[in-house]
């Protein structure tokens, strides 16, 4: 190291030669020990700090280029390692944690984390169902965009889930067990050591039971049609193909053999995570060609206001259905077809419903038809990839007629078949009359009066 030392001002390092080919010659100063400054060949001058603590080698940490910097600044950040120097701290050790903290700053941060995460499920051919993806960027995501992943504590957790319970039990749950897969898979990738989420139990899941009468089938259809929306026809396929209301909300045409009408559902919207196939009934046809009636038109998303995005099975059109149901009800009972109490319902009810019904007298469809008609997972040998398409169809077959035949009976479409759709202000009324007697979702309620009142976002 060269002996050479002057006070290193903006007039002296002027003079500062070029180094060598191959070498760092440096101009140290004069004033502050180990603040030193060196010209490169192509001219620049690099300002740089080098030090040594007890029992470790010298170390050099470069300051930044003239230019940059100003001599002045350079010497100011050349002080402040020397302090951190005389303190025990070692500038090199405390500039790569800076470091690694700005970036954790960004990348560790649970919205960022998040995005990262789905996107790897996508590169490695896993990718997350809609339905869960959802869940992870909505509520996850959405709900602690810039909590870091590894400061997350067992407070921020319990703020969390409380917010997804004031939607709904289901809400909470889901967003506990796919917190728990981001935790998870950040303690198996070596970015945290504990998750703070093992002390938090998942509830055990609580399968709904409910199977819909002779007269709730009916009075769907029913509102399904007086709908009068592509809503409406959304929740009629869901009914008539026994599927998950995610998968056809998403159903696209290129999925669609129209000279066959073999639906093939790729494995990346399924929630077995498996292909599912089946010949489309003719009345879900029949649905299909009266939306969309010219062929050259049929591309992107079935069901879709502008082809761009599919629309959702969502509580505001389910409202509306439910003020068609209760329509048909009251004009069921001006006709004298009285009908019991109609019983809260969602759409996964319409694959309990026919399960039940189609393994019941009359039909005694065997039950790994039924399983596999609505796309369960059935106990097979690995090298058994069949997709049984024969009996998958007769299944959704005989659903579907068991379904005609219910609206050809004289109890059916009492006010007559063609009604236009309810007014604006007469829906709410109606859905309310309808749930009237439904378990209240208070939490939800208190919610949506606090949102409106500019309490909570």
């Not at 010949?279 to 049929?298: F, G, N, S, Y």
């Amino acid at each position: 190291m060269p002996r050479e030392r002057r006070t290193l001002t903006k007039d002296t390092i002027k003079s500062i030669p070029p180094s060598a080919p191959g070498r760092k010659e440096f101009v140290w100063d004069d004033r502050l020990l180990g603040f030193g400054a060196y010209r490169q060949q192509n001219g620049i001058v690099v300002f740089v700090y080098q030090y040594r603590l007890p029992m470790r080698p010298a170390r050099r940490i470069t300051i930044g280029r003239l230019g940059d910097v100003t001599p002045a600044q350079a010497r100011e950040i050349a002080q402040e390692h020397a302090f951190q120097k005389s303190r025990g701290v070692d500038p090199v050790d405390k500039r790569r944690a800076e470091a690694r903290e700005a970036d954790a700053s960004k990348s560790l941060v649970i919205k960022t984390y998040v995005a990262d995460y789905i996107e790897r499920r996508k590169i490695e051919r896993k990718p997350l169902t809609l339905q869960h993806e959802r869940i992870l960027s909505r509520d996850v995501a959405g709900l602690m965009p810039d909590k870091r992943i590894d400061r997350l504590t067992s407070g921020d957790i319990d703020t969390f889930l409380k917010e997804l319970a004031l939607r709904s039990i289901s809400a909470r749950t889901w967003g506990l067990i796919y917190l728990k897969v981001i935790l998870n898979d950040a303690r198996k990738r070596g970015t945290i050591a504990k998750s703070p989420a093992d002390a938090f139990d998942v509830p055990a899941q609580v399968v709904r039971e409910r199977v819909l009468r002779q007269a709730e089938i009916q009075r769907l259809l029913e509102a399904f049609r007086d709908n009068g929306t592509t809503h409406g026809l959304v929740y009629e396929c869901i009914m008539r193909t026994l599927k998950r209301k995610e998968e056809v909300a998403a159903m696209r045409w290129e999925e669609i053999d129209q000279a066959t009408w073999l639906w093939t559902i790729p494995a990346s919207r399924m929630k077995t995570k498996e292909i599912h196939v089946m010949d489309l009934p003719r009345q879900v046809v029949a649905i299909l060609e009266r939306l969309h009636p010219d062929p050259r038109k049929r591309r992107g998303f079935v069901f879709s206001f502008d082809g761009s995005k599919s629309i959702k099975v969502s509580t505001q059109d389910k409202a509306n259905i439910d003020a068609h149901v209760q329509r048909r009800i009251d004009l069921a009972d001006a006709e004298g077809i009285a009908m019991a109490e109609f019983e809260h319902w969602v759409p996964h009810d319409f694959r309990t419903t026919g399960v039940t019904i189609m393994a019941d007298e009359p039909f005694n469809l065997p039950g790994d038809d039924l399983e596999f008609a609505i796309a369960h997972k059935v106990p097979r040998s690995k090298y058994n990839r069949a997709q049984r398409r024969a009996a998958v169809r007769r299944a959704v077959d005989a659903w579907n007629t068991h379904l005609d035949a219910l609206m050809e009976r004289p109890d059916a479409w009492p006010g007559g078949k063609d009604l236009a759709p309810l007014g604006r202000f007469e829906i709410k009324p109606m859905w309310q009359k309808l749930r009237s007697s439904w378990p209240q979702r208070k939490y939800d309620d208190a919610r949506v009066k606090k949102a409106k009142e500019g309490k909570v976002k």
